[in-house]
């Protein structure tokens, strides 16, 4: 298979293309503006190309060049809370950025398109929830996903595609190879942030409200190990390959963990760990957690990694390794 993947450069996708390369069939070329990503994460046996999803020569160059057949866009900006002040970006990045990818698809080999949508399109919700429920949007970083899902059905039949919206919830840890991991540090997510702090002398890990409406008051989420999700998305190419259907499908391992409990864990980790809670932050959503129901039956995948204490200490070691002489100049 010929593959393209926008944003390889990027946490999740060098996981997917780390999966991607060992099978000695695929081609896999990346393109990436490296404004998050990093080249250090690309894997050396794909071919590179540093540009933008915004421009339209380079991609009909990459899909004609090497005849693409499957495209994994992940290329993205995701800092939410930029994305309520620099609307203009993210509308640019996000939904103008995935429509010239798709409209370069018309007329091509194109036949498959895999897209990294989010847990956050449905809004405010409690507990489970389910690929059929509605929508709903709330912050701006969400709508620019959500309308990127939309495009991509928009699109599908008039390019004549077959496409996988994969919905993460809370992407986690660091490939068991020791060799990627998340580097970027400006995305906010809470292991990534813990497992800095753990590296400190004293590490302070700040709760944001612990009166939340929850088994401990603070906010639960569905954190999935970023391997089972790079792996997620092998089986997705298999089976629009082999079924030739769309399918939309939340990736999470439906369980939710409380941010204090992952706190706790890094506490039991290193034992002068501080503990504090701050007050909430506007737009937190209490709980949410994936069912996940629908995506066993179509996929009829199981995880590797869904073990919360082997995330963290994925987690943790990644942060080591940054820390070493090696990683220290990219
Ligand atoms: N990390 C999560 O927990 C999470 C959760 C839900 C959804 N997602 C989605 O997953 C995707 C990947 O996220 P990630 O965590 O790997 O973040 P990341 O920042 O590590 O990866 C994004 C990559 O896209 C590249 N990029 C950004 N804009 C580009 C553009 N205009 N042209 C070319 N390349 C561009 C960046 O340089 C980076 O390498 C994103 O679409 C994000 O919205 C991530």
Redesign the pocket.
């Known amino acids: 298979m010929n593959i393209l993947v926008?944003?390889?450069?990027?946490?999740?996708?060098s996981h997917i293309i780390e999966l991607l390369v060992k099978k000695k069939t695929n081609k896999v070329i990346v393109?990436?503006?490296?404004?998050?990503?990093?080249k250090i994460l690309i894997n050396q046996k794909s071919k590179f190309f540093k540009?933008?999803?915004?421009n339209k020569k380079i991609i009909n160059r990459l899909i004609n060049k090497f005849n693409i057949d499957t495209i994994i866009?992940?290329?993205?900006?995701?800092n939410v809370s930029e994305a309520q002040t620099n609307k203009k970006k993210y509308y640019k990045?996000?939904i103008t950025?995935t429509k010239i990818l798709l409209m370069s698809c018309r007329n091509t080999t194109v036949e498959n398109i895999i897209f990294?949508?989010?847990?956050?399109i449905y809004g405010n919700i409690k507990g489970s929830v389910n690929e059929r429920k509605k929508p709903n949007p709330q912050g701006y970083?969400a709508y620019t996903?959500y309308k990127g899902e939309q495009l991509i059905k928009k699109y599908a039949s008039k390019f004549n595609y077959n496409f996988g919206i994969l919905?993460?919830?809370?992407?986690?840890g660091a490939s068991p190879s020791g060799k990627i991991g998340?580097?970027?540090t400006s995305?906010g997510?809470l292991i990534k942030n813990f497992a800095i702090q753990s590296m400190k002398e004293k590490p302070k890990l700040n709760i944001y409200g612990n009166n939340y409406n929850t088994k401990d008051g603070t906010c639960v989420r569905d954190y999935i190990h970023v391997s089972d999700l790079a792996d997620i998305h092998i089986k997705g190419i298999d089976y629009l390959k082999e079924n030739k259907k769309s399918f939309t499908l939340n990736c999470g391992y439906g369980k939710g963990y409380s941010v204090l409990q992952i706190a706790n864990k890094f506490k039991k980790i290193k034992k002068n760990t501080q503990i504090n809670f701050m007050k909430r932050r506007p737009g937190d959503i209490a709980q949410v957690y994936s069912n996940t129901k629908e995506f066993k039956k179509l996929l009829k995948w199981k995880p590797k990694h869904n073990d919360i204490n082997k995330i963290i200490k994925s987690a943790i070691n990644w942060e080591k390794k940054l820390k070493t002489n090696f990683y220290r100049n990219f």
């Open positions: 926008t944003g390889g450069a990027g946490y999740i996708g393109l990436d503006n490296l404004s998050t990503g990093n540009g933008d999803i915004n866009h992940l290329a993205a900006s995701l990045n996000n950025g990294s949508s989010s847990c956050s970083y996903k919905r993460y919830f809370n992407v986690a998340e580097i970027e995305h997510h």
